[in-house]
Structures are given as structure tokens and as C-alpha cells.
């Protein structure tokens, strides 16, 4: 473990990334980000508020059960309710009460998530509006502009998330647009203490990603994102993609993968040297019933529970798990009351938050690496087991 002492003013700039504490075994660190709607600790898991709501959840209930940064959405917000009314009500953080930190994703990746409805040019992309139809353009100037409009603290270049496969012919040509959009993203106007991070692309394609790192850290951004990645590949191509990207980007800002959930997944992306992370699964799963737990998913709506008044995950110290049990959540589910997918999100949530926090805690005692070799064996055990 390497020590690095506070060194910072009382009051960083936004933008400042302070590495507390490295890993000596591996490229995880502890580190603290600082907004300008306050400081982030890392490693960090955003919930996803991809229209200016986490689902079902209030903002109270993102700050009990440990979140400090979320996430909304330049295309959708762009539609609905449109960034115009957005401003109007002071910007993003007063629109939708929530006081911390805020990133918003630039579209990017609305370019590879509806392929079907829209067309890409040099420009940006026509998208036709899931909602009603219309033809709506964005690219980077456009994207820009209606973050500045929303007000986050920390806006995404516009680029071309690329599928899985994609050949390198194809990921070089999207690269070489991806930097052209990123350089004009950095050059737009932004929102006073906005911070902007590039996006490194490439696919599968190491040569390709480090030549995208290079060119975006020599125009030095704030911040760096890994993208391209649980787009439906493999989960050693995804680390791959990781490797590619990590060594090439500046030891000293912070670097954020995105997409991505999953807790063995995360904690294998800590220890290459990843700070933060965002997914939609903690939410999406508890509406289909599913409870993460440390230990793996749970089908709270299986027959099994019925009668289980246990908590949703022993040992959790969550609202729902504090307060009820198996057997009510599932019958809650099962009747369709909208309560059983609300406490489902606020465990879900909970364990994510937790599990990072917990995570940080190893790295700032120096037991990262076996905290790492210890979760692969529970891992290893449990899919031995079922």
C-alpha cells in the first residue's frame, strides 16, 4: 500500500482527483473527486436517473443508502421534457431535488442502443424519437449545449459507442470520429464548474484503443471513461478492453467504465485501475422481482419464499431488509403493489453503494488483493454449488 498525504487546498477546484491511498499489489486506489456539488469518494457506483429519476426511488432515499453521485441522460432529457425546461427550473439538481453530484451521459450510446431508429453521419446522428417519432439531431455541439443547459457537473463527450463484434477496419474509421466529436465536445461552451471526460473506443481492438487513449490524453480532460464495453461481449474481452485502455490514461485523473454493474465484474475493473462505474441493473432487475445479494441473485418472486420471513439478504442493513421479509416483499410482488419493486430498489441499491464502500475500505487497509482472491473463491464456490 502506498500512502499519499493530504496536500489539497480547504477548497479543491472541481476537477481535483485525489489519489489517497494505491494498492501495492495491484491498480486499485482510493481516491476522492471533487464537483462542484462536493466530493466523490472512489471506487464509486452511480445509480442510473436516466430521466431525472432513479426508478422508484426518492432522493432521500439515494443519500440513506449511500449514494453520492447519479446519473441522467442527454437524449432522453433532450426529449422529455426538453433541456429548455430543464434550465428554466435552475438546471438538473433543482428540477429534480437532488443536491450532490450529478454526470450525464452525452447520447453516445443511444447511437449503438437504438442502431434501428436512427442514421449516423460526420455530423451526429438523426435519431427518430422513440416517443413520437420525430427527427431529432444530435451531435457534439448539440449534446454540449443541452448539458450545459442541465447543468451536471460532469458531462460525456459525444462518440459512437461501437457494437460487439466489430472488425477493425470499421472500429478505426468510428475512433477517428469519436476523437474529431471529443475534441469539439471540449472545445463547446460548458456550465460554470462542469467538468468534461473523454471517452476511449476501440472494440476489441487493443492497438486501436491505445492509440484512441493517447489522442484524448493529450488533449487533457478532467476525466477519462472506458466505453465499448458490456455491449454483449464476452467478460474476458471486456477486461481486455480495460488493459488496453488503462495504462495509456493519466495516473493522476479519474477513469470510469462504463455500463457496468456487476459485482465481480467491478471489483476485477478496480484492480486494473478503475474509479467509477454506472448501470442500470439495480433497478431494472428489482422490477422483475431479483434482490442482488452478495452471494449472488435471488428470485424473491420463487415459490420458495412464501413462507420465508428471513430478511431479503442476511446481514443487510437496508430499509427493507431492517424491516420485512421475504414473504411480504414476494406477496407485494406477486399482487402487483408497487411497494414490492420499491424496496426491492432500495436493497438493490444499498448493496451496490455498500459493496463499493466496503470495497474502498480494503484498499485504504492494504488488503485489496485478498479481498479480490477471497470474493473469486465465494464466487467460484456458490457457481460450483448451483
Not at 16 to 30: G, H, L, P
Not at 192 to 218: K, S, Y
Not at 324 to 349: D, P, Q
Request: aromatic fraction near 8%; charged fraction near 20%.
Amino acid at each position: 500500500m502506498v500512502y499519499f498525504p493530504p496536500h489539497m487546498t480547504t477548497d479543491p477546484q472541481p476537477g481535483t482527483f485525489e489519489i489517497q491511498v494505491s494498492d501495492a499489489r495491484t491498480r486499485a486506489r482510493a481516491g476522492l473527486l471533487h464537483t462542484a456539488h462536493g466530493a466523490v469518494e472512489t471506487p464509486v457506483f452511480m445509480p442510473v436517473g436516466t430521466q431525472a429519476t432513479v426508478k422508484a426511488l426518492e432522493p432521500r432515499d439515494l443519500r440513506e443508502n449511500g449514494a453520492t453521485m447519479i446519473l441522467g441522460n442527454t437524449y432522453h432529457l433532450m426529449l422529455r421534457p426538453g433541456a429548455d425546461v430543464v434550465a428554466g427550473a435552475g438546471g438538473l439538481h433543482r428540477f429534480m431535488g437532488w443536491d450532490g453530484p450529478i454526470l450525464t451521459d452525452s447520447g453516445g450510446f443511444q447511437v449503438f442502443s437504438l442502431a434501428k431508429m436512427r442514421k449516423l453521419t460526420p455530423e451526429g446522428c438523426w435519431f427518430n424519437s422513440h416517443i413520437d417519432g420525430r427527427r431529432v439531431f444530435l451531435g457534439p455541439k448539440e449534446s454540449m449545449e443541452v448539458q450545459r443547459l442541465l447543468a451536471s457537473d460532469i458531462a460525456m463527450v459525444f462518440d459512437e459507442c461501437l457494437p460487439w463484434p466489430c472488425d477493425a477496419a470499421r472500429a478505426a474509421t468510428s475512433v477517428e470520429t469519436t476523437l474529431a466529436w471529443a475534441k469539439m465536445s471540449l472545445e463547446a461552451p460548458h456550465a460554470p464548474g462542469q467538468l468534461v471526460f473523454g471517452i476511449v473506443q476501440g472494440g476489441a481492438h487493443d492497438a486501436i484503443r491505445r492509440h484512441c487513449a493517447e489522442e484524448l490524453t493529450a488533449m487533457d480532460f478532467p476525466g477519462y471513461a472506458i466505453g465499448g464495453v458490456s455491449v454483449g461481449e464476452p467478460e474476458e474481452t471486456m477486461y481486455q478492453a480495460v488493459e488496453a485502455s488503462v495504462p495509456y490514461l493519466p495516473e493522476s485523473k479519474p477513469r470510469y467504465v462504463m455500463g457496468l454493474g456487476v459485482m465481480r465484474q467491478m471489483v476485477e475493473c478496480v484492480a486494473r485501475g478503475v474509479d467509477m462505474f454506472d448501470c442500470v441493473i439495480p433497478t431494472r432487475v428489482a422490477r422483475h422481482g431479483t434482490a442482488l445479494t452478495r452471494h449472488g441473485n435471488v428470485a424473491i418472486k420463487a415459490a420458495k419464499w412464501e413462507r420465508d420471513l428471513g430478511p431479503v439478504e442476511d446481514g443487510c442493513d437496508c430499509y427493507c431488509c431492517r424491516n420485512f421479509t421475504r414473504s411480504y416483499v414476494r406477496h407485494l410482488l406477486h399482487a402487483g403493489e408497487i411497494l414490492g419493486v420499491r424496496l426491492l430498489t432500495i436493497h438493490n441499491v444499498h448493496r451496490l453503494t455498500a459493496f463499493m464502500r466496503e470495497m474502498r475500505a480494503t484498499i485504504v487497509a492494504g488488503a485489496f488483493d485478498d479481498f479480490r482472491k477471497q470474493f473469486q473463491q465465494d464466487q467460484q464456490e456458490k457457481e460450483e454449488t448451483t
